[in-house]
């Protein structure tokens, strides 16, 4: 299985209003996947459904091919979960919370955790309720990492954490990912720190998958193009146009290219991560970029939604 | 799964631990004043026939009503204050998404948890009703075991409201989801369960027996102290029971006139023999297990399907 997870026409209801709808991604193993969107987008739905706390309404999820609700005893071993906020039981202290990972999870790497401890300088004996947010989100990702998993799931763990706490959460992130090689699905608004430790990107917006792709292949195929005013018309019969403005004498579009661009017409820039990522965001909810229909045959398959 | 329980429980094991430990040294002063009163009864032939000395010696078990009180308190405070927080306190600091994503199930998470908290309930309620049975049963020989204050705690009754409790409890804090309204719930639902269960179902769990004796008898039939009377009354001449007499009497009629003249046939009184105790004991656990089982299967259902 080439897929850590994967996930098809997944969509959750709650009461009348749809929290995701129509989900449809595969992520690879061994990548650590970004997954951004505003608030509300289901970015939380998606992760709770992809460890099992909860239960599709429609479609399926599965990790590693099973299924984390109908086959726990085998999905849950591989996978970590750091849910939003960091929830650790206040009146156990540090110690007692790595005893609870040890004794709830057969695989638990007792020393990696002790060692993680000492070396983040995190008291053993103190109550987690009286740490300091980073120390706190750090003891959950800890117990997360010391479970080893084989995937990874993290619920805007970087929102409440100052800078250099979300900046030394993400070095013991990144070197978990580099001791073992495991993959990471981390949610957040934050875009700048994603693009720094991530290498695949997922943009959930108004309950549904917006764009998921390789970083590197997205930041080469979105481009902004500026040239005199004129109609998108033409360059949308080819190219996804993801964002236009227009001003009396110009035009400037955000396309997704799918193949080079020949009119000259067009001056071609670089766009950043951010800018791609609020250019999908700042659509309105009921927006789609349909393919052209001449890609949409080379393609065989839809990227966008 | 064993060690976390105890982790998160110990607390409250251990102030029910004291609670036991001053309700034990409370039974026991009293129980040996009692049986020390019950001795004395024996030997001045009270329970044979009643003389005026033998009021004041009674005096002495007046303790025992608070046993109807303990016998709700208790488990009804376990219930509420530790099997109903046991989902709720979870979902409020939202530890359950912690803990439901560590390689243990959320079924085994629940069940090892039922089965330790009510194992642990139980054994400390049947701990407490052994000392609660040697405790009233001077009580018992003389008021009999049908008694309020001697039958809801003198078998496996008590055990069985103890387990309902606790049920109660769980099941409160699997629907609400909140504290505070599952303890209100586990309240509400253990009185509305057990009150019309103890007050009207339990004096005809089987059919009562009747005796009927003469207007001019002074004195009922002696029932044993063992027997429970329910109800007494008139019958008239067609066969029909009332419990209050409705009539009028004048001055110049004796009792006896004057109820024939009200076309009263005989008195009856109704009753529950006494060697049925068992029986209704047996009968009341299975009801409340039953209560007890289906409110454990809905809070595991819902537990399954908590989003």
Same mark, same amino acid.
């Given at each position: 299985?080439?897929?850590? *997870? ?76 750091? $849910? ?13 919370? *790595? ?15 002790? $060692? ?53 959460? *993400? ?19 934050? !875009? ?49 146009? !993801? ?35 609020? $250019? ?26 | ?24 040294? %409370? ?18 032939? @009270? ?6 000395? @033998? ?24 219930? &509420?204050?530790? @099997? &109903? ?8 600091? +939202? ?7 560590? =390689? ?20 400390? =309620?049947?701990?407490?009703? &052994? ?17 309020? #204050?001697?039958?809801?705690? #003198? ?11 606790? &049920? ?9 989801? +909140? ?44 029932? #044993? ?23 009028? @009497? ?40 039953? %209560?007890?089982?289906?409110?454990? %299967? ?10």
């Amino acid at each position: 299985m080439s897929n850590a *997870l994967e996930t098809n026409k997944l969509s959750k209801r709650y009461g009348r209003t749809w929290a995701l709808q129509d989900c449809t991604l595969n992520l690879p193993a061994r990548r650590v996947a970004a997954l951004v969107g505003p608030n509300g987008a289901g970015k939380t739905t998606l992760l709770h459904l992809a460890v099992g706390l909860l239960e599709p309404t429609e479609g399926e999820v599965q990790v590693f091919g099973c299924s984390p609700l109908r086959q726990p005893t085998e999905a849950l071993p591989r996978l970590g979960f750091v $849910a939003q906020d960091t929830p650790l039981y206040k009146g156990f202290t540090v110690a007692e919370m *790595l005893t609870l990972g040890r004794k709830l999870n057969p695989s638990f790497d007792d020393a990696m955790a002790l $060692a993680r401890m000492q070396k983040l300088g995190i008291p053993l004996e103190r109550r987690t309720g009286k740490l300091s947010g980073g120390q706190q989100a750090q003891v959950a990702l800890v117990l997360a990492l010391a479970k080893r998993p084989d995937l990874l799931l993290l619920d805007e763990p970087l929102s409440s954490l100052d800078p250099l706490a979300r900046r030394e959460f *993400l070095r013991t992130l990144m070197d978990a990912v580099a001791e073992s090689g495991l993959t990471v699905l981390l949610s957040s608004h934050i !875009i700048g720190d994603l693009e720094r430790v991530g290498d695949y990107l997922i943009i959930l917006s108004a309950s549904h998958v917006q764009l998921a792709g390789d970083i590197q292949e997205i930041a080469k195929t979105h481009k902004r193009l500026i040239g005199p005013r004129q109609d998108e018309a033409a360059v949308a019969s080819v190219h996804t146009v !993801i964002e236009a403005s227009h001003t009396e004498r110009q035009t400037t579009l955000l396309v997704r290219a799918h193949g080079p661009l020949f009119d000259p017409s067009w001056e071609v820039q670089e766009v950043s991560m951010e800018d791609i990522v609020l $250019a999908y965001l700042s659509q309105q909810a009921g927006d789609r970029w349909p393919m052209p229909p001449s890609v949409r045959e080379q393609n065989g398959r839809e990227v966008f939604k | 799964m064993t060690w976390l329980t105890w982790r998160q429980h110990r607390a409250e094991g251990l102030i029910v631990l004291v609670v036991l430990a001053v309700i034990g040294v %409370f039974l026991l002063m009293t129980g040996l004043e009692m049986a020390n009163s019950f001795q004395q009864l024996v030997l001045s032939n @009270c329970l044979i026939s009643k003389n005026s000395s @033998c009021g004041e010696l009674e005096m002495a078990f007046r303790i025992v009503q608070a046993g109807p009180l303990l016998a709700l308190a208790l488990p009804l405070l376990l219930g &509420a204050l530790v @099997c &109903a927080p046991l989902v709720t306190r979870e979902v409020e600091q +939202r530890t359950h998404l912690l803990i439901w994503t560590q =390689s243990i199930t959320r079924m085994r998470w629940l069940t090892v948890k039922l089965a330790l908290v009510l194992g642990a309930g139980l054994l400390a =309620s049947g701990a407490l009703l &052994a000392v609660l049975i040697w405790w009233h049963s001077p009580v018992a020989q003389i008021f009999g075991s049908f008694d309020a #204050s001697v039958y809801d705690t #003198s078998g496996p009754v008590w055990v069985a409201t103890a387990l309902l409790a606790l &049920a109660l409890g769980i099941f409160a804090g699997a629907l609400t989801r +909140r504290t505070v309204a599952a303890i209100f719930l586990t309240m509400v639902l253990f009185l509305a369960i057990r009150a019309p269960v103890e007050l009207l179902w339990r004096p005809n769990f089987e059919t009562p027996l009747t005796v009927t004796y003469a207007i001019d008898q002074q004195n009922p039939p002696a029932l #044993s102290n063992q027997d429970w009377q329910l109800t007494s009354g008139f019958i008239d001449a067609q066969g029909n029971r009332s419990t209050d007499f409705r009539g009028s @009497c004048t001055r110049d009629e004796t009792l006896t006139q004057c109820l024939q003249a009200n076309g009263v046939q005989a008195n009856y009184l109704t009753y529950q023999p006494g060697d049925r105790f068992w029986t209704f004991q047996w009968i009341e656990t299975g009801i409340y297990v039953v %209560f007890s089982v289906l409110a454990l %299967f809905a809070a595991v259902w819902l537990v399954r399907r908590l989003n």
